[in-house]
T-cell receptor, first 118, second 119 residues
């Protein structure tokens, strides 16, 4: 199956700094990538949908100036948590959908990034 | 907006036995897909099984099968011959299909059911 690689797997940063998380589709081109946030023992909450070459669409309640999403190529999307605070500590997961296959409904997930802000 | 409800926060099953996880959903869409995902301790999301809403036949993947009741908006997962490796969080998810406008392909997840397989 298709592989999505997310990097880093875990990161610790100081409060006030910014952190970038990368999501790469390794063997397919991804028209659309999705970013989720998962709190401990909770479900995945969609943060935003990013389409290659256009601005991301953020879900209600997600601060787009805080969570910057860039989808500059068909294989890479990045999520930057700006001016991170301890409440931003969470597990972030990306998923990608293959380009050009409208009937392909499978989303391929990265392995996730655990962010801890101290 | 769609909602997905998993009413069983935790379940356990003896190895080799059968267990059923419940899921109900609410939507006004006609074209949609339903999924069960498994999230083991590694946190990697793994697709277990998928059901197209327009198909009446229940999906089956080896030991995993679903009972899809469209009118009741119910989508339960049956795991037969449970194995220790089945221990994980299981999420039921809903997706609007292609050509459904805004929100197509977005997954809406239930809160999950933690399944423990006991040796």
């Amino acid at each position: 199956g298709a592989v999505v690689s997310q990097h880093p797997s875990w990161v610790i940063c100081k409060s006030g700094t910014s952190v970038k998380i990368e999501c790469r589709s390794l063997d397919f081109q991804a028209t659309t990538m999705f970013w989720y946030r998962q709190f401990p023992k909770q479900s995945l909450m969609l943060m935003a949908t990013s389409n290659e070459g256009s601005k991301a669409t953020y879900e209600q309640g997600v601060e787009k100036d805080k969570f910057l999403i860039n989808h500059a190529s068909l294989t890479l999307s990045t999520l930057t948590v700006t001016s991170a605070h301890p409440e931003d500590s969470s597990f972030y997961i990306c998923s990608a959908r293959e380009q050009g296959r409208l009937t392909n409904t499978e989303a391929f997930f990265g392995q996730g990034t655990r962010l801890t802000v101290v | 907006a769609q909602t997905v409800t998993q009413s069983q926060p935790e379940m356990s099953v003896q190895e080799a036995e059968t267990v059923t996880l419940s899921c109900t959903y609410d939507t006004s869409e006609n074209n949609y897909y339903l999924f069960w995902y498994k999230q083991p301790p590694s946190r990697q999301m793994i697709l277990v099984i998928r059901q197209e809403a327009y198909k009446q036949q229940n999906a089956t993947e080896n030991r995993f099968s679903v009972n899809f009741q469209k009118a009741a908006k119910s989508f339960s997962l049956k795991i037969s011959d449970s194995q220790l490796g089945d221990t994980a969080m299981y999420f039921c998810a809903f997706m609007k299909g292609p050509y459904s406008g805004a929100g197509s392909y977005q997954l809406t997840f239930g809160k999950g059911t933690k399944l423990s397989v006991i040796p």
